[in-house]
């Protein structure tokens, strides 16, 4: 089977569009998998993912019991990675953790893609006053620090876990329909989009049909690499207490709440700081060997 | 040009009121309780200006701003632009430090890893760089404070200064480490080189990483160019073609960069300020955050924004005046 899909996948003289997409595909996936860095990110990526998933079949406890008696635990048979302040299993938080923060990236993305697409294809498209009026807002918007303009975003709104993902999501578009607008200003004029226009094609149907398809690849390559970016804001929300809060077992919320112990029992907020700096370590190894791949001529 | 950057500017500041208005607490019953009677309430929303229409507001809010008032704060009682004056310096004072820095670190990792490109040092230096882009500044600091200050005893704990010193150093300038060497008092200025220690290398290495990558890009371009090649061929040691030739064709390129990586710093001091204690307008801004205190926090993020703005446009003028090929 294997064998069989890599000589269909890498047929010099492919007969079909099928088959020569698929062949890109495998050569890009090769191209990956020749790239260390890029494996271990994307190893470690699955796992995450599989963490978050089946968090409560592998948890060993419940992560909201507290058992006062044994707080603030060394890592021991019982307890993998110890208990926190309230007696509470850090492995089983850990693993609970991981859903809100893939929660949280997954919202994240889901709001601020389409918005980036939408207002860069856009202003690419129709260009003059438009183009000028949005690009002017998107400026607006790149013109703070992320961190800052999200923190006042969720004072203006209320602490919490839906307050952070829409203060990240809006300090989160500019640069995606910075990348959509330049898409669409490289494929606005081509004959293709002409033929279009000439069978009568509403400028909305070839905007969102035939120009928005054509820049969705880059705009997932510039994703993966923004995810740990993503992931860094959240969890710095948690810990200066304006993104999801206590009992939540969010990474940063919970280094937060241990940050105290810091010098007597330190595996208790640094365990939860492991833990986000092997995931978003991974996503950036990810992502800067995706652009490796998909761009030869970048590096 | 500048109209663009005059009308960024304005967006900036229609954003920041609109973020300073839409709180969830009513800044009328804040300042007069819940208790307050009906008439009271209607007085103080009058008072306030907080009675009249949005735009109207904003007008009011645009005078102000240009008065240099941007309210009082709640928290300090004091006016947020006083307030702005007093912890501004220590945050220029840890990004410019950190600046320097990684520049320093930086340019010199970026330009061995593009001579040595896909080498095991390249590797080295690269993995070096996107753990800079991975690991949250908080966590670094803890780090640090547990290594250094817990464990070792041989870095100071948070704070800008050793307690004996409160008071002792009259400001000049606002920056203890100049102030200190004003004074005259080596051992102050011993003592705040050492707390800055700390929060300077660990925001450094953040804009190190950023450095060190794009100097890595722009060289291995430089190094293929024709002139290069035509350098080498005249003999010209290998050093020299690197640093006389190639490097001052990047170096305009490179300035864009810093710019861009001083802005970045300002976001990392928030974060490293919070646990190091550093009286800076992070910590100012995230303690008014805490407090529900909306006029500090519209202040500093304005402020923030429009040294963003500032630094960009900066970039884009010695872009202009030290590449002859822009026109």
Same mark, same amino acid.
């Given at each position: ?299 | ?17 609109? #973020? ?8 009328? #019953? ?5 208790? %307050? ?159 800055? %220690? ?70 990392? %001091? ?10 800076? #307008? ?46």
């Amino acid at each position: 089977m294997n064998a069989a899909f890599r000589t269909w996948a890498l047929s010099e003289a492919p007969s079909s569009r099928r088959q020569a997409a698929w062949g890109n595909r495998y050569r890009a996936w090769l191209n990956l998998k020749g790239n260390p860095l890029g494996m271990i990110g994307l190893t470690i990526i699955s796992i995450f993912i599989l963490m978050a998933i089946f968090a409560p079949l592998l948890a060993t406890h419940d992560p909201a019991t507290q058992e006062l008696a044994n707080r603030l635990a060394a890592p021991n048979a019982a307890h993998w990675f110890g208990t926190d302040e309230l007696g509470r299993d850090v492995f089983s938080r850990i693993l609970y953790g991981a859903r809100v923060t893939l929660g949280m990236v997954i919202a994240v993305v889901v709001l601020v893609a389409p918005i980036g697409l939408a207002v860069g294809c856009i202003a690419g498209y129709f260009g003059g006053i438009v183009d000028t009026a949005l690009m002017r807002i998107t400026d607006i918007f790149l013109a703070f620090p992320r961190l800052v303009l999200a923190l006042a975003f969720v004072a203006a709104l209320k602490p919490g876990i839906e307050s952070a993902v829409l203060a990240i999501a809006l300090t989160a578009w500019p640069p995606y329909a910075r990348l959509a607008r330049a898409e669409t200003l490289t494929v606005r004029n081509s004959d293709f989009i002409a033929a279009y226009r000439l069978t009568g094609a509403s400028s909305w149907r070839i905007i969102f049909r035939h120009i928005a398809p054509l820049c969705t690849p880059s705009l997932i390559v510039r994703v993966t690499l923004d995810m740990s970016s993503i992931i860094i804001t959240a969890a710095s929300l948690g810990f200066l207490g304006m993104g999801a809060q206590p009992p939540s077992p969010e990474w940063g919320a919970m280094i937060a709440t241990a940050k105290r112990f810091i010098f007597e029992q330190w595996w208790v907020p640094m365990i939860p700081a492991i833990a986000i700096l092997l995931v978003s370590l991974a996503f950036n190894f990810l992502g800067d060997a995706l652009r490796d791949v998909l761009d030869p001529k970048g590096n | 040009m500048l109209s663009s950057v005059i009308l960024t500017l304005f967006g900036l500041t229609v954003l920041t009121f609109l #973020i300073g208005r839409v709180m969830p607490v009513d800044p009328v #019953i804040a300042a007069v309780g819940d208790n %307050a009677p009906e008439d009271v309430i209607i007085r103080a929303r009058a008072e306030m200006g907080l009675d009249q229409p949005l735009p109207i507001q904003f007008l009011h809010y645009l005078n102000q701003l240009a008065h240099g008032d941007f309210g009082m704060s709640v928290l300090t009682k004091n006016p947020v632009a006083t307030d702005i004056a007093r912890f501004f310096p220590a945050t220029f004072e840890l990004a410019t430090a950190a600046l320097l820095l990684s520049i320093v670190i930086g340019i010199p990792l970026g330009v061995w890893a593009a001579v040595r490109q896909g080498s095991i040092t390249d590797q080295a230096i690269r993995v070096l760089c996107l753990a800079g882009h991975s690991v949250p500044v908080f966590m670094l600091s803890m780090i640090s404070l547990l290594i250094f200050y817990s464990a070792l005893g041989i870095a100071p704990g948070p704070g800008r200064q050793d307690i004996i010193y409160d008071g002792m150093i009259e400001p000049v300038t606002g920056l203890l480490s100049i102030d200190t060497l004003i004074a005259g008092d080596l051992d102050a200025f011993w003592d705040a080189l050492t707390h800055m %220690a700390q929060p300077v290398i660990i925001l450094a290495y953040f804009s190190m990483a950023y450095i060190a990558r794009m100097t890595r890009a722009f060289m291995i371009d430089a190094l293929k160019g024709e002139y290069v090649i035509t350098a080498r061929a005249k003999g010209l040691t290998g050093l020299k073609v690197v640093w006389s030739h190639a490097f001052p064709t990047v170096a305009v390129q490179l300035i864009t960069v810093i710019a861009l990586t001083y802005a970045g710093l300002l976001e990392g %001091a928030v974060v490293t300020e919070t646990v190091f204690a550093w009286p800076g #307008i992070g910590q100012y801004l995230t303690t008014s955050l805490m407090n529900a205190d909306m006029n500090p926090v519209v202040g500093s993020t304005l402020l923030i924004g429009f040294i963003y703005v500032g630094l960009n446009l900066l970039a884009d003028i010695l872009y202009r005046l030290l590449d002859p090929r822009v026109q």
